[in-house]
């Protein structure tokens, strides 16, 4: 394997004009069409999605965004893509060039467009969609004092990774969008965990000592915090099939952001499956969950896998949503299954939406209030559903205006790319629960609502 001998570096975020002349000039002009990127709205949403702004990328050059994240300040929002013009290759990698935006929160101005191969020394030579080499990037946010961006990138020379031989550079890259730094961090991405399907176990970073450490298993919790670890540490361990929710993970508990407010708990954004598409015993549901995590002070980030065991009820064992034909959703499984009851009202509601088949992607927001919903197979079409914990009453509804040609959140039956999750339809809360963002990667969208809480 061809790997770059240095292991770290500090460089000016627009290094080398010589390297990136070409690139630089690519990047202004969608800096310019970005400033002037046109909004839909602000409109009117539906019930607690009281306004809807929609931010379109594709305009400003940068195609495909996946990723989407709030700084743990609330003021800024990020998302990964690439450049046009770049075809979507659904089965295999694309040697584009890729992008890091960064938006305030609030008005949707662009802070900062940020081109991601030259930072990690690649020339300009390898950056068009005909010739490698190819990269996968996969976004793991904003440290805790919202300065810095991570995100795991491995480099190849085949746009078909089919062995460790095929990798030529991997690592961690953070871009600080302010100050205009960056570091590399260069190590296993865990592209190649096992050869076959995807592992639940990631390597996890440390910032500090700018190295790596193995990939470490969880233990079965429904609640972690990072504590002085140098892995999230379970509270109360799960020993046994949980009949009744602990108060700290139940529906009157916050979820927390894993952004470094610890405690968080298993209940991050995820999916939600029909029993008869996970084929767990007992026609039991399914929750799985994808997330990264960094320590309190930032010096560790992590990328996790878990998910719950939930009891199907009635109205969901018939087929509501999706053909008993649709199968399984390609995600990454976790390494075993917390058997345990929903979280709240609302879960269960989603449950009925669903029925046997198919699936719904999720996300509660941050003081667990309030579940937001996409089931992928409606037959009145998807739509962003928000709905009480307590109670699971719908609070607020609107209809996603997907193209023919866009396969919303129905995409994870296709074969996931590479060992982290990269879905057409990405949910994002901000920490303070007062905004909900929705990024479309077909569409080249960002929708962003700002939420009226019902409590």
């Not at 929002?77 to 929160?105: D, E, Y």
């Not at 878990?306 to 959703?329: D, E, F, K, N, Q």
């Not at 719904?360 to 079409?381: E, K, N």
């Amino acid at each position: 394997m061809d790997r770059r001998k240095d292991s770290t570096r500090q460089a000016p975020l627009w290094i080398s004009i010589a390297s990136v002349l070409l690139i630089v000039g690519a990047v202004a002009v969608a800096l310019a069409a970005l400033q002037h990127l046109p909004v839909n709205g602000p409109g009117v949403g539906q019930g607690a999605l009281d306004v809807e702004t929609t931010l379109d990328t594709n305009i400003a050059g940068l195609a495909q965004p996946e990723g989407v994240s709030f700084s743990p300040d609330g003021a800024s929002i990020a998302t990964i893509g690439v450049f046009t013009p770049c075809p979507p290759s659904p089965h295999q990698l694309t040697a584009c060039a890729h992008g890091l935006a960064v938006f305030n929160a609030v008005t949707g101005n662009l802070i900062r467009l940020a081109l991601i191969e030259p930072l990690l020394g690649l020339g300009i030579s390898g950056l068009s969609a005909q010739n490698g080499p190819y990269i996968s990037v996969y976004g793991v946010g904003w440290t805790p004092d919202s300065k810095w961006y991570g995100l795991i990138y491995s480099v190849f020379n085949t746009p078909r990774p089919t062995a460790p031989d095929n990798l030529q550079d991997s690592g961690l890259l953070l871009i600080n969008p302010g100050s205009g730094d960056v570091s590399v961090i260069r190590g296993d991405s865990g592209y190649f965990p096992s050869l076959g399907s995807p592992a639940a176990n990631h390597p996890i970073w440390n910032t500090k000592r700018q190295n790596q450490l193995p990939p470490s298993t969880l233990t079965p919790s429904l609640l972690y915090s990072w504590a002085d670890s140098g892995t999230p540490q379970a509270l109360d361990p799960v020993l046994s099939p949980i009949t009744h929710l602990p108060g700290n993970a139940d529906s009157f508990a916050p979820v927390g952001n894993p952004d470094g407010h610890s405690p968080f708990t298993i209940w991050q954004p995820g999916t939600l499956i029909g029993p008869g598409s996970w084929e767990l015993s007992g026609q039991r549901s399914a929750f799985v969950t994808t997330f990264p995590a960094w320590s309190d002070s930032g010096k560790r980030v992590g990328v996790f896998t878990a998910g719950v065991s939930l009891p199907t009820p009635t109205r969901a064992m018939g087929i509501v949503s999706a053909p008993a034909s649709v199968g399984s959703p390609h995600i990454t499984p976790p390494d075993s299954f917390i058997s345990a009851p929903a979280r709240d009202m609302a879960l269960t509601r989603v449950q009925e939406s669903i029925g046997a088949y198919g699936w719904a992607q999720i996300a509660w927001s941050p003081d667990g209030a309030i579940l937001a919903s996409v089931t992928c197979f409606a037959r009145q079409g998807e739509m962003m559903e928000l709905r009480d914990t307590l109670s699971g009453a719908l609070l607020g509804q609107t209809a996603l205006p997907l193209s023919t040609n866009d396969p919303g959140c129905r995409d994870l039956g296709q074969t996931q790319k590479g060992p982290y999750p990269h879905p057409n339809l990405t949910i994002a809360w901000s920490p303070d629960g007062h905004q909900l963002v929705l990024a479309d990667t077909a569409a080249a969208t960002l929708t962003i609502w700002q939420i009226i809480s019902s409590r």
